[in-house]
């Protein structure tokens, strides 16, 4: 085993010799599809990635000086430049992104004791091995590479599509103690300070979140979910209450210093169908996280329950598949609109060959299981690409089926391959030479993945109204909570007011006026009560006045006190206005009559003829009609006038 810690230094520059021919891997099939592979074409002697110096952070681009540093110098005018995603990919707008897995390789840094590896990093892109020839992908790093200079170029511009509502996938995989663990996590597990690419993305992810979010018109929402595939089963590692005491294998956990594994979570996790999601996993925890500390603070915790053992490769090597799954929702506040993608960050565990110890053994064979599971979905797709791109339908030769079902770590990768996500895989190699045919047959299963196409579709744009999102349904009503809050309030105010608003004399003003608006307005909520409550006013009003039509003669004193009894509070103000109308009636009555009186007294002195036609005209059957209306008003005005005391009477204890 190769002692840990082992000081790095720089390598001189020379070309190893041959290796011996590698074997066939028993997970591939034939080599034809390899369309990355060429034989090498170098006539001078390049030395590896590794004479570039260990990276010296800060943020280096990849056009950086380590870069130079490993290319042979008549070589630096053909390099093409990198893209951030996959090398052919042809987002044409803001909606959909078209291009193929974006593939990365990084080796593991040679310790110098180890120097007679045949893999030469050239450029960027391309790695060489001295039999097996050339590699191109979107990139290759040099072996001295920092998990910065990596999340730089692959990481970060997957954030950015994350927050334009596109789903993104990383994964990491390699054979066991290549480095994956070191990739995504970090090396604060090993007590050293080169944070992972999930520390990384997160902080990335937060400050981007605090940064759109001061505009004021984005809020963003993220829950987190952490989970493992450990023997073929799935386990939620923020389940913390489901954990009982169990395994004693030392724990990696990012952050943990190495710590002892003291619990394992019994609850296991199912899969099913969703229409949505396509692939779900049922019951797993969403934990809602407002800065990335807090979001690291739970990864850690679930990263210390982690399975984890020492094995013959590697001291501390991940028994599972570990998935961080980071579900941002991002709002406008100002139509209510919404996308949600989902970041996933995969540190698989690593293929390993057979070892000793049972234990080990079970574990190794389920994950080896599984990768092969994983390597014959990538070659279908890949295979699938190929045909498409060359006109064929991908089921015409009856290899349409993706055998997504073979395993758990396919099933839940599914949506993602299936054309749901971006995806990126960071592929870790050991270039030393007893490594060699693990090394080989990573870069055949990179070499596939760089070859299946991508067509995504950016996350639908969810609308308030269509009630799917709960946080939404759960702000509106909030709102109707606040609305009916205020509602509650105005009517206990206005119901203060009755009285005050009786005492001025609410009548016809108040019935054309704002107070009926108001009340309009505040009645909402129990309409239905008030309207019965109107009709039952309405219907002594109209038994008032039908009494009021009476012949008001016949009107005692009991009556009126009747009346008064089924007037409802206010009413009297109606009646007092009747009267002033009345009254104004009789005023113009009896000046209409005093003028009848006045032409009456002039024609007395006209001619017999002149009376007979104002007889004939009926004036002075309307002059008695008018006296008659006149006697009669008075009569009506006394008894309202009587009926108003009453009602004084009545009300005055309510005052
Ligand atoms: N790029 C690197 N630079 C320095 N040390 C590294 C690098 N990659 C891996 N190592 C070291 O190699 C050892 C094995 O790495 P790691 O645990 O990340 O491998 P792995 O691929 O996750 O293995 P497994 O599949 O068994 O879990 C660790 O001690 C780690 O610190």
Redesign the pocket.
């Given at each position: 085993m190769i002692p840990?810690g082992t000081p790095y230094t720089r390598r001189s520059s020379h070309v190893s010799a041959p290796s011996t021919p590698l074997p066939p891997s028993p997970s591939v099939r034939s080599t034809s599809s390899f369309s990355n592979l060429r034989r090498p074409t170098r006539t001078n002697s390049i030395c590896s990635s590794a004479a570039s110096s260990r990276s010296s952070s800060p943020l280096r681009s990849s056009t950086s000086k380590s870069e130079t540093q490993f290319l042979p110098p008549r070589r630096l005018t053909t390099i093409k430049r990198t893209s951030s995603l996959s090398s052919n990919n042809t987002s044409n707008n803001n909606t959909t992104y078209r291009g193929t897995i974006t593939v990365a390789i990084?080796p593991?840094?040679t310790p110098p004791t180890h120097f007679s590896n045949s893999w030469l990093v050239t450029d960027p892109e391309t790695i060489v091995h001295d039999d097996m020839g050339e590699f191109k992908f979107d990139h290759v790093y040099s072996?001295h590479v920092s998990n910065l200079e990596i999340y730089e170029s692959i990481n970060k511009p997957m954030i950015d599509k994350l927050f334009q509502g596109f789903n993104a996938t990383v994964f990491?995989y390699?054979?066991?103690?290549?480095?994956?663990?070191?990739?995504m996590m970090g090396?604060g597990?090993?007590g050293?300070d080169?944070d992972g690419l999930i520390p990384l993305s997160v902080s990335y992810l937060f400050s981007k979140v605090i940064e759109v979010g001061l505009v004021g018109e984005r809020k963003f929402d993220v829950l987190l979910s952490y989970l493992e595939i450990y023997n073929e089963r799935i386990y939620d590692l923020l389940d913390s209450e489901s954990l009982v005491g169990g395994t004693t294998t030392p724990s990696?956990g990012f952050g943990s210093g190495g710590g002892r594994n003291e619990s394992v979570s019994t609850n296991e996790l199912k899969i099913r169908d969703d229409s949505k999601y396509g692939v779900r996993v049922m019951g797993l925890r969403e934990q809602r996280c407002e800065s990335s500390e807090e979001l690291m603070k739970w990864i850690r915790r679930g990263d210390s329950h982690r399975k984890?053992a020492e094995?013959d490769?590697?001291?501390?090597?991940?028994r599972s598949h570990a998935i961080v799954l980071i579900r941002l929702t991002n709002t406008n506040v100002i139509d209510g609109t919404s996308i949600s993608s989902t970041l996933s960050l995969c540190?698989?565990?690593?293929s390993?060959r057979a070892t000793g110890q049972q234990e080990r053994r079970k574990e190794g064979a389920f994950i080896n299981k599984s990768l092969l599971a994983l390597g014959t979905v990538i070659s279908k797709l890949s295979a699938e690409s190929t045909a498409a791109s060359h006109g064929n339908s991908p089921n015409a030769n009856g290899n349409g089926h993706i055998p997504y079902r073979d395993s758990k770590l396919t099933r839940i990768l599914q949506p993602a391959l299936s054309g749901d996500s971006i995806v990126t895989t960071i592929c870790?190699i050991d270039t030393q030479k007893e490594s060699a045919a693990e090394t080989l047959n990573t870069l055949r299963f990179a070499s596939r993945a760089k070859n299946v196409s991508l067509h995504v579709n950016r996350k639908p744009l969810m609308n308030s109204t269509d009630g799917n999102d709960k946080d939404q349904r759960i702000a509106k009503l909030n709102k109707i909570i606040e609305e009916q809050q205020q509602l509650i309030s105005q009517l206990k105010t206005n119901g203060g007011n009755k009285s005050v608003g009786l005492g001025l004399g609410l009548g016809v003003s108040t019935a054309h006026g704002s107070g009926v608006r108001v009340t309009k307005e505040i009645m909402n909520p129990n309409i239905t009560l008030l309207r019965a409550e109107n009709k039952v006013l309405k219907y002594k009003l109209e038994n008032c006045e039908k009494l009021l039509d009476k012949d008001t003669l016949e009107l005692q004193d009991s009556d009126l006190t009747e009346i008064v009894d089924m007037l409802p509070a206010g009413v009297g103000s109606l009646l007092e206005t009747k009267i002033q109308g009345l009254q104004s009636q009789l005023r113009q009555y009896r000046r209409y009559v005093g003028q009848l009186e006045t032409q009456l007294s002039l024609t007395t002195s006209r001619t017999e003829a002149d009376k007979e036609n104002y007889v004939a005209a009926g004036k002075n059957d309307e002059i008695q009609e008018l006296r008659r209306m006149l006697e009669r008003k008075d009569k009506i005005i006394t008894a309202l006038q009587s009926a108003k005391r009453m009602r004084d009477r009545a009300l005055k204890p309510m005052s």
């Open positions: 840990k990084r593991k840094p072996p990491a390699g054979m066991t103690g290549s480095g994956k663990t070191y990739t090396s597990g090993d050293g080169d990696r984890t094995t490769y590697n001291a501390r090597s991940s540190d698989l565990a690593g390993e870790t």
